[in-house]
């Protein structure tokens, strides 16, 4: 058995997971971000104990422990470089935890842990080399080639989100203009959406948005399965953003498939499947062998445990 530590910006979920991914026990709590990493750690050791307590799980057989980080990691190191939303700067976790675990510790980008827990038990485990991309508030991205991931010379590869897709473009919280996350992220569509129904009262986008008191990456899908213009104008010109960067990935790394995660994912065949056409119609077009298969992620909130875990897996 091992354990899985997935520290997001609001939540830290830890599982006891099996070495066939399946999840034996698990628990979660906020994590009041930021405060000082002490606590913290204190927070997840704690939980820990008391999980393995309630499940009866001795201790002792916990045979080591992953742990997903939202920022930059150098996996080799062990360091976690800089987490923005959680405050942490330098904090050398794998040494900190082995000491205090006596268990062997294993780092990663939460992105990376979540592609590796889909491609060895989720959507893309027949596929050694794939890229996992999650649409949310950015875009979150993690590359497995030859069944591991890469993570660059540095540990930080795999920021696909941030690359340049439009010269000059929006100005992105990195720094740079005309980021991929700033057209195609989830966020991105809700800005979007919220703008167009303001311009254009007639559009059904604002009874949808009345009926749930609230505008989403969802609100644009439902209303061009109504039929409504404005809203089919938003999805094409949305699909066409993340397909853009999905080609820039085929001409970069080809990968045999793309494992799309975040509840935009969830829109199933009016998301999936024009991405389908549309990358694969530039694979041929451009005599490019072979197709690139793109499929809905199937883990969700579990792919980051689970791939912590796998990060010590023998």
Same mark, same amino acid.
């Given at each position: ?97 082995? +000491? ?50 890469? %993570? ?15 010269? !000059? ?40 948005? $009345?009926?749930? +008191?609230?505008?989403? $990456? ?11 213009? &404005? @809203?089919?104008?938003?999805? !094409? ?9 999905? =080609? ?10 793309? &494992?799309?995660? @975040? ?6 065949? %009016?998301? =999936? ?23 809905? $992620? ?7 445990? &689970? ?8």
């Amino acid at each position: 058995m091992y354990i899985g530590i997935d520290i997001g910006g609001t939540n830290i979920k830890i599982g006891i997971i099996t070495k066939l991914g399946r999840i034996l026990a698990s628990t979660s709590f906020k994590t009041r971000a930021p405060r000082p990493y002490e606590e913290i750690e204190k927070n997840i050791f704690d939980a820990i104990n008391s999980l393995c307590q309630k499940e009866s799980i001795d201790c002792n057989t916990i045979k080591g422990i992953g742990i997903g980080v939202p920022g930059m990691v150098n996996s080799k190191s062990g360091i976690v470089l800089r987490a923005s939303n959680l405050g942490w700067v330098g904090i050398d976790l794998e040494k900190r935890f082995s +000491k205090l675990s006596h268990k062997i510790v294993k780092i990663g980008n939460d992105a990376n842990c979540a592609a590796l827990a889909e491609q060895k038990f989720g959507g893309g485990k027949q596929y050694d080399d794939c890229v996992f991309i999650t649409f949310g508030t950015g875009i979150g991205t993690g590359l497995i080639i030859n069944g591991k991931i890469y %993570d660059g010379y540095g540990g930080t590869a795999g920021e696909c989100g941030h690359m340049v897709i439009v010269k !000059d473009g929006e100005e992105c919280a990195c720094g740079n203009k005309g980021c991929w996350e700033r057209y195609a992220s989830a966020s991105a569509l809700t800005r979007r959406t919220e703008m167009m129904a303001k311009q254009n009262p007639q559009s059904k986008l604002n009874n949808i948005i $009345a009926k749930y +008191k609230n505008v989403s $990456a969802v609100t644009a899908f439902e209303a061009a399965r109504q039929n409504d213009e &404005i @809203g089919k104008q938003l999805v !094409d010109e949305y699909i066409e953003y993340v397909s853009i960067g999905l =080609i820039n990935l085929i001409q970069i790394l080809h990968p045999q498939a793309f &494992i799309i995660g @975040g509840g935009v994912s969830n829109e199933g065949k %009016d998301f =999936i499947q024009p991405l389908n056409h549309r990358v694969n119609k530039f694979v041929q077009d451009n005599n490019i062998y072979p197709q690139v298969e793109v499929k809905k $992620a199937i883990l969700g909130n579990t792919a980051g445990m &689970i791939g912590a875990a796998s990060l010590v897996m023998d």
